[in-house]
């Protein structure tokens, strides 16, 4: 299919359909109130994000004239479903892992075999790559291997359905480690300073005693 680039909301509302299909089956198809607070939930979200229900109703709307979301009309109010995997030409393995991806960030095939857990189980983390890698032959391609960051031991991916990723960023995430070193430098050798006058002090302290014949 001709898929264009999503937005960061348009992703989060897919991928928040997809997890709750599976770990909250009972309440899925989701209401807009539903999916509006699975968008804007705290925790394993990166970032976190803050939008109200006509954004994900706008977002939702660019979803299903790409076929990537549908309605299901309900007694009270409408719901929705994802057809990610039928739309985007994945097996459902691989969009768990572009799920997981488009939730949290990148994440080396270690965590992401671990974080999708509920969503689709790998023999191994090898399976994890293996589906990764294709999804980054794909034209276009909807992974990337990330390089690897300095101190890290394994590299991350990312997903690339809202565009290239800004490598330089996360090349980046060297900066603060430097920014620490260098700090950890000057904490050092400000306390090498200050031992050294304490140590002038105290020295300066037990000559004036014994001037002063104080004991």
């Not at 009972?26 to 699975?38: F, H, K, V």
């Not at 590299?155 to 800004?166: D, K, Q, S, T």
Request: hydrophobic share 50%.
């Amino acid at each position: 299919m001709s898929l264009r680039t999503l937005s960061a909301l348009e992703a989060r509302v897919l991928a928040v359909l997809v997890e709750k299909q599976a770990t909250v089956p009972d309440s899925y198809p989701l209401s807009l109130n539903a999916l509006t607070l699975g968008c804007n939930q705290k925790t394993a979200r990166e970032p976190v994000m803050a939008a109200s229900e006509a954004d994900v109703l706008a977002a939702l709307e660019a979803l299903k004239a790409m076929h990537l979301v549908g309605s299901v009309s309900g007694n009270r109010v409408a719901r929705y479903e994802h057809n990610g995997a039928r739309a985007l030409g994945v097996p459902g393995a691989a969009l768990a892992l572009l799920t997981l991806l488009m939730l949290r960030g990148p994440q080396t095939a270690a965590e992401l075999r671990q974080n999708t857990e509920r969503l689709h189980r790998f023999a191994d983390v090898s399976s994890v790559e293996g589906f990764l890698e294709e999804l980054a032959e794909r034209t276009p391609a909807f992974a990337v291997k990330l390089p690897r960051a300095p101190g890290a031991r394994e590299p991350r991916w990312a997903h690339l359905l809202c565009g290239e990723v800004a490598v330089q960023a996360e090349a980046g995430s060297a900066a603060p480690a430097a920014a620490r070193d260098e700090d950890y430098a000057f904490l050092r050798a400000e306390q090498q300073r200050l031992s050294a006058e304490l140590e002038q002090l105290k020295a300066l302290v037990n000559r004036m005693a014994v001037e002063l014949g104080i004991a």
